[in-house]
């Protein structure tokens, strides 16, 4: 099924990308969050071309919806990607070189090798005047951006940036990442010094030895491989990761496929949780059926359990699973104390919501181990595919 789906004022990918084009400032704002919920490979290209018509590293909502697209799909102008994420490697905002650093780690370009130096060097400076303040939330991500930043370099540079990674080893901080670093890069003269280091007396240096030896041989594997052994390449430029889990299978339902694969995994686990790392495990599914037209109260839902699914990111599989016992929902997490390791999406639907051909669906989200969210989404039937539409966000913590 397409993911292009309409959105508010019928607006079809192409339409949304027009207003890229010749839309007001508001009106391009709200097409990018759009096209980083339904976007097709297409949308990344267009949202390339309308940030090099912008201030360079001026927009957080167009980077935002560039950390998603890219994630889901392979740009046709990789140059043109790392150009327009490049001047962000130096915004005052740190979150936003920390997304425009995982941009880099997963489309590497040779072009922001001196970037990349120099936000490695920024974020070293940076981290020491943070170090002092254990509660700042600025620090971890400064620390974020030094560590992400070191392995990006070695996804850009390659050997041509081996001589700046084995000076990291040298700093104690730096060199549990730097080993892992040395991996990326895959020189097989550096094997020997990997060995050295998976007998090293620091117990995170030895775990990124072997991760990293586990990935030089990862490649040389693949590269070994006769032709007819080669995998196809994902088609429509998607990431094999996004490719697999559109192979999942939930239901011959067509509506039922869209809200669990589509909405629930796609959108909601890995579009929102891929690039920071936080997809879990595991995630129990679980669809409810209401009566009316507004979905119940998270805490107050008592709508039939009418199915489950239990999601595993590891494959990824998906398989159908008893009904639980109890049709109270899971427990929101406590503020400022972590839950137990629970990852669970209620899907709750109208009954009439096929017969109608549009609703109310709400998306109660509570992942482990620290937070949980609820979405509505406004669902409807329109040129022979199911589309979506968030109208709220219903709770948070």
């Not at 254990?134 to 971890?140: D, E, G, K, N, Q």
């Not at 670093?181 to 010094?193: E, F, N, Q």
């Not at 030895?209 to 995998?231: H, S, V």
């Amino acid at each position: 099924m397409s993911n292009m789906s309409r959105g508010e004022g019928n607006q079809s990918q192409a339409e949304l990308l027009n207003v890229l084009r010749t839309g007001s400032p508001q009106a391009q704002e709200e097409a990018l969050v759009r096209l980083a919920a339904v976007g097709e490979a297409e949308a990344l290209d267009g949202v390339i071309e309308h940030l090099r018509s912008q201030p360079p590293g001026d927009s957080e909502a167009a980077l935002d919806t560039l950390r998603v697209l890219a994630n889901k799909f392979v740009p046709l102008d990789r140059y043109g990607l790392a150009e327009v994420v490049m001047p962000y490697l130096s915004s005052s905002d740190w979150s936003q070189r920390l997304g425009a650093v995982r941009l880099l780690n997963a489309h590497p370009n040779e072009m922001a090798i001196d970037s990349l130096r120099t936000l490695v060097d920024e974020s070293q400076t940076k981290t020491k005047e943070e170090r002092a303040n254990r509660y700042s939330t600025l620090r971890v991500v400064v620390e974020r951006c030094l560590g992400e930043g070191i392995l990006a370099l070695a996804s850009c540079g390659r050997l041509a940036v081996l001589p700046d990674i084995l000076a990291y080893l040298d700093d104690p901080a730096l060199r549990p990442v730097a080993t892992r670093a040395l991996g990326i890069i895959g020189s097989d003269t550096d094997r020997i010094r990997l060995e050295d280091l998976a007998e090293d007396d620091d117990v995170r240096v030895r775990d990124s030895a072997q991760w990293a030896l586990g990935l030089m041989d990862d490649r040389n594997e693949q590269f070994t491989r006769p032709p007819d052994q080669i995998p196809e390449p994902p088609p429509d430029r998607l990431t094999p990761v996004y490719w697999g889990h559109r192979q999942l299978e939930a239901s011959e339902d067509a509506l039922l496929q869209f809200l669990i694969v589509r909405l629930a995994i796609e959108h909601l686990l890995l579009d929102g949780l891929l690039s920071d790392g936080r997809v879990p495990e595991s995630c129990m599914i679980t669809i409810r059926r209401y009566e009316g037209e507004t979905p119940p109260e998270f805490r107050s839902n008592n709508a039939p359990i009418s199915a489950a699914w239990k999601y595993y990111a590891q494959g990824p599989r998906l398989e159908s699973v008893a009904l639980p016992e109890s049709s109270k929902p899971p427990p929101l997490p406590r503020p400022g104390l972590p839950m137990g390791r629970i990852s669970h999406i209620t899907i709750s639907y109208p009954a009439a919501l096929e017969q109608n051909g549009e609703g109310l669906v709400s998306f109660d989200c509570v992942f482990e181990p620290f937070f949980g969210r609820g979405w509505i989404y406004q669902i409807t039937w329109q040129d022979g595919e199911w589309g979506f539409t968030l109208v709220r966000r219903t709770w948070t913590t």
